[in-house]
């Protein structure tokens, strides 16, 4: 019983949430309906804009009662198409955006409570205005919205040492879907009240209710990072570092990413004003990165650290920043290659996670058996070792039509891809979530006992499909 | 369409278990149908023990198949009945005790698989064998199985650095109500495939199907620690250098345990062979416990952070134990709290949290809304207070029959001990779960909108209501 809504509801709606909150005009929705990357493009009914928690709970009754769709969206900065409603203009749109108050800041518990329309660049400006630090960072800081990262339980650069948002959030308010406001916010070390609907709300993708607001856990601002740059021969030696690295640096071990020298040559290519930290060509190269309150004993143990590896064999070179430019341009390294790869042409991206242990087999082994089944790939995997976590690329072979090559294989090219990550107990989407994107793939793929598992839990929650419809789950 | 199992269910149950798996001998089931406290006592049709993941999944489908509630049970250890099954002689326990295999340690990555039937005491020391600690430890380590500590999200008396059960189960195998056993055992530090099962099976106390096994983070064997005991005037005050030790300590915190100057007393009063680690008779008593891998440097930070909050005057008094006597003599005045209240006739208990920052206020006011409602009454909290979890205990006036107070007045003081923790969002049950002690309980105090989706989520994964049915939910 979900079609267009009536001209009774949209007027019902717009009574509550008035001209700052409702509005059909499609100038101001457009931006709102296509997707940042442009692959998904949809329609609305109308675009509810609540100032608060009442309203929308009041809101989401009333779209219970009509029976209408809706799509929760933060900052619209996805990359899987999950705050994009489908193009039959009968969903409602519903933007958090106005929902923007940092409502508390608790420097004793090192604790915030913030709504979900709050922009994560923002945030962090807050946080700091305190002594205190949001540690969890990512590219689209200047749009992402609090709601939003909960709802996509967002990972990042630091997610080695402070985890994901699952791991920093600690309160949660959300509208179910019957309209009812659940208050999880209050910071419970212990609670033992049956399941954790706030768990439960990291990664949901709005497909069980809107998130209205979060507690997150803060740590003290760090005034100081220590930043090395290490060629290495294989994934395997780099395993083996980073466990004796986070034995000796204990909490202080904050990035951990893995490049092979074809990124860096490619980023030397393609990207003005970069130089290569060191001069030997290993085949892998990482950047390490430690944060801390002071800077002396971060810089003694990331020198001992790595002179030691250096001792055992374990690394070929090392370089440490001598300065916060080096820092930066150790970075910029790293953050320029995806920009530096689309200047070679296009190539099918993965984004993947397997236990951190099995990593290095998973980058050793993968490009065999794509080279088994389509001569020529070539595939190339960097990013988060530490977390399990890479961006695996695979690049059609030099002497073919790319194009013609990837839309001829490259649905089979992910599938062999996914099937392998599969088979180390992996995930298919480690950071960025399933959105409109993997739901397909996601029901072929993961297993029927863990698929029934989540249509139960949304049926038990939604059982009229209400929330995000066709998001997540097929 | 549940009942007493038909003979021919029976007969499919006891041809799947064999002899080993499957008893309906009254003095085989006795014990564990009678929860170790002895105030729950129940009857079972038969009591399932499977050997392995995949007969307990068989023998769910068999249950399915014919409709039969199953109450599963570890070690019969726990608070709450939660492990009971009821009066009607029609349930079906389902022992995991069988299921006592480690199956794997990585040392590399400091984790472990662990089936549900081992018994905590004896995965310690698995751990400790490779040189590593599982650090999560209990009163009742020599009988709770890693199922139940999953399923009842246990805490105990390391939860300040290494947080409950939840956040150290990295995956978890269960066999789910329909009778697929759902493999989430591999250990992913980036996963955003859409609601996290995992996560939902701690603390759901077997109502949602059978945890079979657990991937378990371990840490480094720790091989030192210091003891303190602090004479201190307030709860606040005891908060302040909780967070002072906090930020100078960093995770060697282990323990902040509160105790009243009654307490005290009262142990040295009931047990014998104490003494007072102090001669000042302060209002209120901390033991303070870091642990790490060397002892000097452990020394010197305890040391440093004492005599710094001396100098502030945020405590009256402090002494660090010698050695590891001491150790366990300010330790075993502590432990034997419970025992020594006994002594002093009975008391209503009560495990409840709130936000850590919020325990002074709740410790100051309680006593006062109870006097006001109840003359003569007398309020005692004492426990975790850097998890803002204590035990609050409530005991009758001293100049009336204590048993006759407390069968007029129980149920209404724990109501308004209950109440005050809701106002401060808290919980009812910090760490012992709801079982059936508590169910009814849950149903009047949590909000509508959390029971609701309580209800939601166990009706979307238990349709027909089979599993542990009478406990949680009511």
Chains 1, 2 share one sequence.
Not at 77 to 103: E, F, K, W
Not at 147 to 173: C, I, K, P
Not at 288 to 316: H, M, S, T, V, Y
Request: hydrophobic residues 45%; negative net charge.
């Amino acid at each position: 019983m979900t079609g267009t809504p009536s001209p009774a509801a949209l007027r019902a709606l717009s009574d509550l949430l008035g001209p700052k909150g409702f509005t059909t005009d499609p100038d101001i929705m457009s931006p709102w309906l296509t997707d940042w990357r442009g692959k998904y493009r949809g329609a609305a009914a109308a675009m509810l804009s609540p100032a608060d928690s009442d309203e929308t709970a009041a809101l989401v009754k009333i779209c219970a009662e009509y029976g209408l769709p809706l799509v929760p969206q933060g900052g619209n900065s996805g990359m899987v198409g999950g705050a994009t409603p489908d193009a039959s203009g009968a969903q409602l749109l519903v933007s958090m955006r106005r929902m923007n108050r940092v409502r508390e800041i608790d420097t004793g518990a090192q604790l915030a409570v913030v709504e979900a329309g709050v922009i994560l660049e923002n945030f962090h400006a807050a946080a700091l205005a305190h002594g205190l630090r949001f540690p969890l960072t990512l590219g689209g800081k200047g749009s992402a919205t609090i709601g939003g990262l909960v709802s996509t339980n967002a990972g990042g650069t630091q997610v080695l040492r402070h985890g994901t948002m699952r791991g920093l959030v600690a309160g949660v308010e959300a509208v179910l879907p019957d309209g009812s406001l659940f208050n999880g916010l209050a910071a419970l070390k212990k609670d033992n009240r049956g399941y954790d609907l706030r768990q439960l709300f990291c990664g949901a993708e709005g497909t069980l209710g809107i998130v209205t607001a979060a507690t997150l856990q803060l740590v003290p601002a760090a005034t100081a990072r220590r930043t090395a740059w290490v060629g290495i021969a294989s994934p395997d030696a780099a395993l083996q570092l980073l466990r004796r690295l986070d034995a000796a640096l204990g909490r202080a071990l904050e990035g951990f990413e893995i490049m092979p020298q074809s990124c860096i040559e490619s980023v030397l290519r393609n990207i003005p004003q970069t130089r290569a930290p060191l001069d030997a060509k290993t085949p892998w190269h990482l950047l390490i990165e430690l944060a801390g309150e002071d800077e002396e004993p971060l810089d003694e143990a990331l020198r001992a650290g790595l002179a030691a590896a250096l001792d055992a064999k374990l690394i070929d070179d090392a370089v440490v920043a001598q300065n916060e430019r080096e820092s930066e341009e150790f970075w910029r390294i790293r953050d320029s290659i995806s920009e530096a790869e689309r200047a070679n042409g296009p190539a099918l991206q993965h984004d993947i996670s397997v236990p951190v242990d099995l990593m290095p087999a998973f980058i050793a082994e993968n490009p065999h058996r794509l080279v088994a089944e389509f001569p020529g790939a070539r595939a190339m995997s960097f990013g988060h070792l530490g977390d399990g976590n890479v961006h695996h690329h695979v690049k059609p072979p030099p002497d073919v039509d790319a194009v013609q090559w990837l839309a001829a294989n490259g649905e089979a090219v992910s599938r062999l891809v996914y099937r392998h990550v599969l088979e180390l107990g992996g995930s298919i989407s480690a950071e960025h979530g399933i959105g409109q994107m993997k739901r397909d793939l996601l029901a072929e793929l993961d297993s029927p006992a863990r698929l029934a598992a989540l249509r139960g839990i949304k049926a038990g929650l939604d059982p009229r499909g209400l929330f995000n419809p066709g998001k997540l789950i097929a």
